[in-house]
């Protein structure tokens, strides 16, 4: 399924093979994904293209400064006619919802996002209304765009079982990109493209039962629990991940077994997933930022520096 997939998105996305991997392992964990990337990365189409591999409802929302959080979770509205409250549904009623330049809206807003990450509902004067048992977040954000922009509070990046930084593409990825494009105007809509939904939510949720039976030994559990409190003890950083971190990465390593046809996880599926499951949920020292360490750089060196079993 994960080639399908591949092969569906690569119709109007060139290259980002990781990210997409990573999106298909985070809907299987029951995971949320921060994509973070300069203008023009495809951070959106991908996001639109692959909510229709998967035929799922797909949800927008441009988050602006003036956002408020009834533009997101809806409100109940009188209606004059009948005399009543109408529940106004918000578009974070869907499967797959797009939160587009997230870090563009104040923390008020953003935090009403927090109890459909975690818990997958939604409550309205006092009335908890749920969500797919796979509702999905995908977030973008600008790294270069610093004016008019308020940075995540940790408490909403800690929900992101994913941060992936998105490059921009090789030279021959942006050869095939002129190629294909060059000739259009306008943005590269998937359904004009031919992209085809290949997976549904009856495959989706087989692919979730077989996570369940997928073998985490103790000695790997070890290596994901060092890895998290190694973050804690050591001194490029000012703060560790959390013990949600460790519990989610586990399970993101079993869909990645599970996408590699195997009904084990092995140390290389935690270390493939420990960089973007854990670059958004620690602070750099002072030391570190002095000596011009980069967040990545401190984390491999780290990760690098824990023996995995054999």
Known sequence: ????????????????????????????????????????????????TFARTLGVEFGRIQFTPDLMPGDIVGANIFNFQTSAFT???????????????????????????????????????????????????VATQNPIEQQGVYPLPEAQLDRFLFKQVLPY????????IVARFGARTGQPIPSEMGVETVAAKPELQALGELMASVRLTEEIGSYVVRIVRATRESADFDAGVSPRCAATLSAAARARAVLNGRDYVIPDDI???????LRHRVILSPAAEIEGRKVDDALTSLINSIEAPR
């Open 1 to 48: 399924m994960a080639e399908r997939i591949r092969a569906e998105v690569g119709k109007t996305v060139i290259g980002q093979t990781d990210t997409i991997d990573l999106l298909l392992i985070a809907l299987l964990a029951k995971g949320h994904i921060l994509l973070e990337g300069p203008p023009g990365t495809a951070k959106t189409l991908l996001a639109q």
């Open 87 to 137: 529940l106004t549904r918000g578009p974070i009623f869907c499967d797959l919802l797009l939160a587009d330049e997230i870090n563009r809206t104040p923390p008020k807003t953003q935090a009403a996002l927090l109890e459909a990450m975690q818990e997958r509902t939604v409550t309205l004067d006092g009335v908890s209304h749920d969500l797919d048992e796979r509702f999905m977040v």
């Open 169 to 176: 593409p090789t030279e021959a990825e942006e050869l095939a």
């Open 271 to 277: 270390k493939a997933l420990s960089l973007p499951a």
